[in-house]
């Protein structure tokens, strides 16, 4: 299932670490330091290579940080295309403070990109094959407002199915000037969306609207602990978040995303792959620091709600998630 391509062009390190009490002013010693290789489209690959998918990654890597990206980058089942950056990877950094059980993410802004950087990019994307094209996350310093939608359009071209998680200008623009397959905000961003505080009966109004509009065909909406709504032109449903133990919101909506894009990849209807990308994002909370969902949390979350659904749809997307992630697909 090499059908695939997430983008990243704002990638990252991230690093996560424990402390005893995060304090003002004294040094806070930590400890437990991992190193993952982050971004939303990259941390998009990797658990569509989690869930068995081999998805193709485009991503932006430069200076000493970049290189360590590409080497803690290593999946096998992710076929990679690197952009060679003049700018350093951004480096991101996660704390948990045990004494409060409180998490504090410190996520800088990207690097700055040039032109040709850019065109790079474009020009990849023009010569990869593929039927789904994954474009999330911030847009790095100096890309274009519109670059997702010059992506999308690329895309639209090929025939290929554009997923669009990003947000402010880089989700409007791209909202403006290209068709989307499916659309995936957080309720925060749909609020900064459509300028409005929403409920989620009225984000599901909303986006019933933008669809109408005719640029977008879904929707997706994720509510952290009150579930997730999907929106098309048949209406709105409404799925609540499975009860799980929290420990890090890192990856949730990237989690849900890769879910989604792996399912429908498989040739699953739209409505199963939002409650596989539900479970995908509730497994990932249940991990620590920079760590993304496991397989088998995801497989035990879907179960657990799919007994009144579809019984064909929920057995075709059993038997993708059960095949063998390290065998040729």
């Known amino acids: 299932m090499n059908k695939i391509l ?6 990252a390190v991230d690093i996560s670490s424990t402390a005893e009490a ?8 930590t400890r437990n330091q991992v190193h993952d290789p982050g971004g939303c489209g990259v941390n998009v690959a990797r658990v569509i290579a989690t869930l068995g998918g081999r998805p193709k990654l485009l991503y932006m890597a430069g200076g000493a940080t970049g290189a360590l990206l590409r080497q803690i980058l290593d999946v096998p089942s992710i076929e990679q295309h690197c952009v060679t950056a003049s700018a350093p990877t951004r480096i991101s950094y996660t704390v948990r403070d045990l004494e409060r059980e409180l998490e504090y993410r410190f996520i800088p802004e990207g690097p700055a990109i040039n032109q040709r950087e850019f065109q790079q990019v474009l020009d990849i994307v023009e010569q990869l094959d593929f039927e789904y094209v ?17 992506i999308a359009n690329i895309a639209a071209r090929k025939g290929a199915r554009v997923i669009l998680d990003s947000s402010g200008s880089a989700l409007s623009e791209t909202l403006e000037q290209a068709n989307i397959f499916l659309v995936k905000p957080s309720l925060e961003e749909m609020e900064q969306l459509t300028g409005k505080s929403l409920d989620p009966e009225q984000a599901g109004d909303e986006a019933l609207k933008i669809i109408r509009r005719g640029k977008v065909e879904n929707i997706a909406v994720s509510m952290g602990g009150q579930g997730a709504l999907l929106a098309t032109a048949s209406g709105v449903c409404f799925a609540s978040a499975p009860t ?11 989690s849900f995303v890769a879910a989604m894009t792996f399912a429908l990849a498989n040739d699953v209807v739209i409505e199963e792959a939002f409650h596989l990308g539900i479970a995908a994002g509730s497994a990932a909370v249940m991990t620590t620091g920079t760590q993304l969902c496991r397989r088998e949390d995801v497989i035990r979350l879907y179960k657990q709600e799919s007994a009144c659904r579809d019984h064909q749809e929920v057995e075709r997307l059993l038997s993708a998630l059960d095949a063998d992630p390290s065998s040729p697909q």
């Open 6 to 11: 997430s983008i990243s062009l704002n990638p």
């Open 22 to 29: 995060v304090k003002p002013t004294v040094k806070i010693r």
């Open 134 to 150: 994954v474009a999330t996350g911030s847009l790095p310093k100096n890309a274009p407002q519109d670059a997702y939608a010059q």
């Open 244 to 254: 799980v133990t929290l420990g890090s919101a890192v990856g949730a909506g990237d």
